[in-house]
């Protein structure tokens, strides 16, 4: 099949108005006409009955998959608390599941963050951690630059002692296709303040990771 053999006038129109300004955000119509052209382009029939609205569901799992585009990282870590009753150790949460897809192929990278800060100040609520680490997931990323980016956030925003951030994942790039390489997770990390000078502390995270 030639392509875009299947495709009709409408989407080849709105394909068209894509070409000559891709400095614009698309609209949802311009996307849906875009899973049609890769439907057709796979040698699919974007009119049968099973895809027929196929382009407004990969559309609207796009919004879900892609919602850190809309979001501020910055707003969530916004209310902090100053009553921490003296309290001067490590906050951790671990095992934060962590959703992406890689800049390159758009595949899922699949893993977990641990997310660590010694208040000096101030703290922030624990789910707010995890919201953090959802927001920069929630986009095209590389691990080295989602890791750095809740890393150096976390460290503007509260103005901590110190944060450590460490994510293992799964690249699908990796695991279903290319190499095929099955099991293997990539790990990263991005200490700042205390966490990169004492090394005393950063045993203890390890520790605490587990």
Request: with cysteine; glycine share 6%.
């Given at each position: 099949?030639?392509?875009?053999?299947?495709?009709?006038?409408?989407?080849?129109?709105?394909?068209?108005?894509?070409?000559?300004?891709?400095?614009?955000?698309?609209?949802?119509?311009?996307?849906?006409?875009?899973v049609r052209?890769?439907?057709?382009?796979?040698?699919?029939?974007?009119?049968?009955?099973?895809?027929?609205?196929?382009?407004?569901?990969?559309?609207?799992?796009?919004?879900?998959?892609?919602?850190g585009?809309?979001?501020?990282?910055?707003?969530?870590?916004?209310?902090?608390?100053?009553?921490v009753?003296?309290?001067?150790?490590?906050?951790l949460?671990?095992?934060?599941?962590?959703?992406?897809?890689?800049?390159?192929?758009?595949?899922?990278?699949?893993?977990?963050?641990?997310?660590?800060?010694?208040?000096?100040?101030?703290?922030?609520g624990?789910?707010?951690?995890?919201?953090?680490?959802?927001?920069?997931?929630?986009?095209?990323q590389?691990?080295?630059?989602l890791t750095?980016?809740?890393?150096?956030?976390?460290?503007?925003?509260?103005?901590?002692?110190?944060?450590?951030?460490?994510?293992?994942?799964?690249h699908?790039?990796?695991?279903?296709?290319?190499?095929?390489?099955?099991?293997?997770?990539?790990?990263?990390?991005?200490?700042?303040?205390?966490?990169?000078?004492?090394?005393?502390?950063?045993?203890?995270?390890?520790?605490?990771?587990?």
């Amino acid at each position: 099949m030639a392509d875009g053999a299947l495709m009709t006038d409408k989407d080849k129109a709105l394909a068209g108005e894509l070409a000559k300004d891709l400095t614009r955000r698309p609209g949802r119509e311009e996307a849906e006409a875009a899973v049609r052209t890769l439907l057709a382009y796979i040698g699919e029939n974007p009119d049968r009955e099973g895809l027929i609205d196929t382009p407004k569901r990969f559309v609207k799992a796009w919004d879900d998959w892609f919602e850190g585009y809309n979001l501020d990282a910055e707003d969530v870590l916004a209310r902090t608390f100053e009553e921490v009753e003296g309290y001067d150790d490590i906050v951790l949460m671990k095992n934060i599941r962590i959703e992406s897809h890689c800049e390159h192929h758009v595949a899922p990278i699949i893993g977990k963050a641990h997310i660590a800060y010694l208040p000096d100040t101030r703290v922030v609520g624990i789910s707010k951690l995890a919201r953090l680490a959802d927001i920069y997931s929630k986009r095209l990323q590389s691990q080295e630059i989602l890791t750095n980016q809740i890393a150096q956030t976390l460290d503007r925003v509260l103005q901590p002692k110190g944060v450590a951030v460490l994510i293992d994942a799964e690249h699908q790039c990796i695991s279903t296709r290319g190499i095929h390489k099955t099991g293997v997770s990539c790990v990263t990390r991005c200490f700042t303040g205390a966490f990169k000078t004492d090394p005393a502390l950063e045993d203890r995270f390890f520790r605490l990771v587990g």
